[in-house]
């Protein structure tokens, strides 16, 4: 079952850094938090994983609180090829099979 | 990137037939392929875990002999819709891990029954 909640929808202005919040108040110390994203009608793609240090690739950083309770994705520069829905998961590190995909949050990103 | 290809993109077939969804990982070997499913509007929905050379495991709710699942090889994985109906119409998502832990996602396959 998801673990994780989300907004159900955020909008953002092309160009500007786009955070996405994330609450995983019962997350445990053996779970990563995950991010993909979702274009419409097509496979979900991998964005940024973290453990409790902050992480940052070519596509987003990726703010993880100290407490580790939540998190906050962020796209520098959202361009329109931007909106998707995305999912935030948290997958246990010893049972690292299985992803369960909460309702994700859709970004739309407008000119 | 590791890359997950499907076959059929999409596919409609009619009520009572059944429909078999091929899933590839292209370069790399996938030891575990997961099988997800979405409706309209909805998130994705876990259906099953596929190991090389294992029976599937499925998940709480999935009907193993409506959706039969065949791990082959490390890098085949496929899920064969039997007496298909048309609330199985859905999108059908195949994902492959590989050993950084990783799933990578094909790009799904939209499945019709009429």
């Known amino acids: 079952d998801a673990k994780t909640t989300q907004p159900t929808s955020m909008d953002c202005a092309e160009g500007r850094a786009a955070n996405l919040p994330c609450n995983h108040s019962?997350?445990?110390?053996?779970?990563?938090v995950y991010w993909y994203r979702q274009i419409h009608s097509q496979g979900p793609q991998y964005i940024i994983h973290?453990?409790?240090n902050n992480e940052t690739n070519e596509m987003a950083s990726l703010i993880i609180t100290e407490d580790r309770k939540s998190s906050t994705l962020i796209l520098p520069h959202a361009t329109l090829r931007d909106t998707a829905v995305y999912y935030c998961?948290?997958?246990?590190?010893?049972?690292?099979?299985?992803?369960?995909f909460g309702s994700g949050t859709k970004l739309n990103v407008k000119p | 990137g590791a890359v997950v290809s499907q076959h059929p993109s999409w596919v409609i077939c009619k009520s009572g037939t059944s429909v078999k969804i091929e899933c590839r990982s292209l370069d790399f070997q996938a030891t575990t392929m997961f099988w997800y499913r979405q409706f309209p509007k909805q998130s994705l929905m876990l259906m099953a875990t596929s190991n090389e050379g294992s029976k599937a495991t499925y998940e709480q709710g999935v009907e193993k002999d409506k959706f039969l699942i065949n791990h082959a090889s490390l890098t085949l994985s496929t899920l064969t819709v039997t007496s298909a109906h048309p609330e199985d119409s859905s999108f059908y998502i195949c994902s492959g891990r590989v050993a950084g832990d990783e799933q990578y996602f094909g790009p799904g396959t939209r499945l019709t029954v009429t």
């Open positions: 019962t997350i445990s110390g053996n779970e990563y």
């Open positions: 973290g453990l409790k």
């Open positions: 998961i948290v997958r246990d590190l010893y049972n690292f099979n299985k992803f369960y």
